[in-house]
């Protein structure tokens, strides 16, 4: 699974130095971050409201599409900043036996 987020990483990272006209991961970085972060949060309130359709209708393929568009500007953002997927997986990983109310106790110490 991870790999699908290693080679999309790898497309981003060249994308960024592709003309903007050319690639839409290229003109979201000439754009800046403030402008990702504009479409995170709008995927973000996409898949939110798809999360509560897919509730009612019992249909999760729009869930899906959105998530991956989330997933997607999440990674662009990600790139943007200098930080790669190994970096949230490595993090998951470290959390995978840690209880939840545990993990986030030890997030309020810092």
């Given at each position: 699974m991870s790999d699908v987020l290693t080679q999309l990483a790898a497309v981003l990272e060249t994308r960024k130095?592709?003309?903007?006209?050319?690639?839409?991961?290229?003109?979201?970085?000439?754009?800046?971050?403030?402008?990702?972060?504009?479409?995170?949060?709008?995927?973000?309130?996409?898949?939110l409201i798809a999360a509560k359709d897919a509730q009612r209708s019992g249909n999760s393929d729009e869930l899906v599409?959105?998530?991956?568009?989330?997933?997607?500007?999440?990674?662009?953002?990600?790139?943007?900043?200098?930080?790669?997927?190994?970096?949230?997986?490595?993090?998951?990983a470290r959390r995978f036996d840690l209880s939840g109310l545990d993990e986030k106790a030890s997030r309020q110490d810092t």
């Amino acid at each position: 699974m991870s790999d699908v987020l290693t080679q999309l990483a790898a497309v981003l990272e060249t994308r960024k130095s592709a003309q903007p006209d050319s690639s839409y991961v290229a003109s979201l970085h000439a754009k800046g971050l403030n402008k990702i972060l504009e479409k995170v949060g709008e995927e973000c309130t996409e898949t939110l409201i798809a999360a509560k359709d897919a509730q009612r209708s019992g249909n999760s393929d729009e869930l899906v599409n959105e998530t991956a568009d989330l997933w997607f500007h999440c990674m662009v953002m990600l790139s943007n900043l200098g930080v790669g997927p190994a970096e949230v997986l490595d993090e998951l990983a470290r959390r995978f036996d840690l209880s939840g109310l545990d993990e986030k106790a030890s997030r309020q110490d810092t």
